[in-house]
């Protein structure tokens, strides 16, 4: 038996540090630990529950936008304003995230895990006119390698023509990343951390010129997504066969709905269907009330799990059983992984739209894989692609619905008292705040992320969680940081400052605790 | 730019108590986009050579360890801290990384990264002035890097980028004057933000400036006229937002009909007061024809 750590875990959002036992060159064990906490959820105390929707965004920079969907939609129905957005103010809010989102995913593919997959260093003998791709090359004639170089030990597997091909797009994707986000800012104000998602609606008024700028603005995200995006994934998903069946996780899946929808009734209520999927392919309807947050292993006080609108979390920095700053959500009990794997299969299987049923199914038959190869390294990358699809078909069908010169808000005016849920599918999967308001002001304020489905460490009853699921069992090479971990940590795309934030803001005494 | 190889400057970026947006607005760099300054000169003769940055190099664990180490030891290299610095329990609320067994913290690093830098830059209002990190009652006891800096009497010059996040342009931009200009000729104020990103009030340059001049006050949003009365910190915040502008000039926070939040002031987020309530200490000018604004 010999363990090995590997801390930092870059190219994430965040601090993370996976600690595995390994024998014969399989994982026995895995423990996974965010390691930065902050506490944000204390600042919120006293506070007026408009600013939970701008204080949440900066629980994490690379999402920040579904914080400010969750958040406002839980001050929204704690105001009694849900039923009563403007569709310009929902519209809006779907055009934010469902840019915003394919971004992310763009981002996640490329910059963050595109370096486990393709080499930009190995396009020193290109000879073709890519632009992009000279820069690179003369890059690394004048004897430059980093950040790419040194490395450890990974075995590429695609043949010159794909790297190229791949690398080029990978450069080309830091470009695309940033003209998503430019376009999805006409509605947004600024990016990161939005400035125009306000309870009651959007407060960014609408003309002609401003949807006109970002339907055309939108033509490019969306070439993307179709010629670059979705076949690289599927590239990888053939050179890297074995990855459709490495790295299955819990096999339990988990998701909200999101993004409403105004007038295209053939496509139900929400664009995603939320839901449950147990034994690969069995839909269920989800019930929140069951999910509760276990802390045996994590740096908090000792307790019985607890729903989230009722959980009080008291951090214990030296606490012997824990490892991890991520608590344990859980549902009914068990162990659950969110992501857009659960978003597409829940809505694959809850909602029988032939349009997503016929995407899917494409995809695999490409691939040559079937449903339970989505239970994968590969499958979750082909889930987040074909979830950036379905928002990239649908993004300028909502946009042509806006109407300029219409209200995008209504007014604010909250009772003294009151409580908000909202829920929405972040990039990285569900995402819920529950909100708790006493005499005008933040009594309470709790937040799952969907990294802290992922990440979670043991509960009470020893489950793992759904990342140190997907690594028991795992063959990996001799090596100090095996790109196989790597591998099938980074296909769930972390976000640990989302997944360490939680603390409920009564009580806490950080600091009271010696820390070893 | 040009064919001859150019003075390459070593870039070491670590990040504390951070949400990554300064990342993720870096990245949306336009003129240089985040490719030029990867790959090209950042000036003609300049290029910044990232040895280390979290979210973008290949190497992970033990080898990142390892590069950081090096790095440290051959000195000389511009150090940008994005995120806060946790000092409770011993800076234990951010552990970094972790070479051999030994864990660091962020605390640690920025005491052993900091004092060989040819230059510090504390980027973003966390790493500047404390932050959402720092909010009250700061669970973890989270400090700027000027913070550390004084307590740990390290004396490398230090330049603040606040921002939450910071405008991409005021980080290249200000790099681009420390290679040109050189590092002692970067204008700071009070706080070691550079004047020519911080020099002026949002309020100075503001388009609906007229609207307060004149009394105009938005009631609710959505409304025409200037966001003062919805809880606009931009009298007393400094950037030149109302300029520049955000995300390749597609728009920027009051431009969306929202109110400032004052994100680059060393007071944000908590003694600024609530973000659409009233700030109180401005003085407003009195239109007769309009009531009289009621203070709180």
Redesign the interface.
Known sequence: MKKI???????????L?VEATVDNGEIKDANISG??????E??LEG??P??AV??TQ?????C?EPHAMASVGAVDQYAGLDSKIPPNGTLMRNLILGTRSISDHI?HFY??SG?DYVDPAAVMKYSGSDQ?LN??K??LQ???S???????E?DYKFDTETTNAVVSHY?KA??I??KA???A?????????D??I?S?GV???LTVDRITEFIWRLEQIVDFVKNYYVPDVIAVAKAYKEYLEIGKGCRRLLAYDSYKTISDESRGDTLFKGGLVNDIDTYSEIDISRITEDVTHSWYKDKEPLYPGEEKTE?M?GKESGYSWVKSPRYDGKVYEVGPLAGVLSTYLGKGDPYIKNMVDNALSEIGGNISNLYSVAGRHLCRALSANILADQLVGWAQQLKAGE???V??DPPADGEGIGLCAAPRGALGHWLKVKDGRISNYQVITPTAWNASPKDKDGQPGPYEQALIGLKVRES??PIEI?RVIRSFDPCT?CAVHM?TVKG?L??K?K?V | MNNRKSTAVPVINIQGQNCTGCATSTLCTQYPAIKNVLLQDIVPGFKLDFIFHPNIMTASGNLAMEILENAAKEKGYVLIIDGAIPTGDNGIYCVTGEKDGKKYTMLEETVRLAPDALAVIALGTCAAFGGIAAGNPNPTGAQSVGDIFLTHDIKTPLINIPGCPPHPDWLFGTIEEMLTKGLGNVELDDFRRPKTFYGKLIHENCPNRAYFDEGKFAKKLGDEGCLYELGCKGPITYADCPKRQWNGRTNWVIGSGAPCSGCTSPEYPDLLGDFYHRIIDVEVPVNEKRPKVQKK
């Open positions: 750590v590997i801390h930092p875990i870059t190219r994430i959002e965040g601090h540090k390691t930065m906490f902050r506490g944000i204390i600042m506070r007026d408009r600013d701008m204080i900066r629980i994490c920079g690379v920040p981002l910059i963050l370096l992009d820069i690179l003369y890059f004048q004897g430059y980093r950040p790419f170089l040194p490395r450890d990974i450069i830091m470009d990343y940033r986000q430019q376009a800012t006409i509605f947004g104000g600024k990016w990161p951390h400035a125009s306000v009651g407060s960014q008024q951090p920095a209200p995008t808000a007014e604010y100090q940081s790597l400052a603390v806490n950080i600091g605790y820390v």
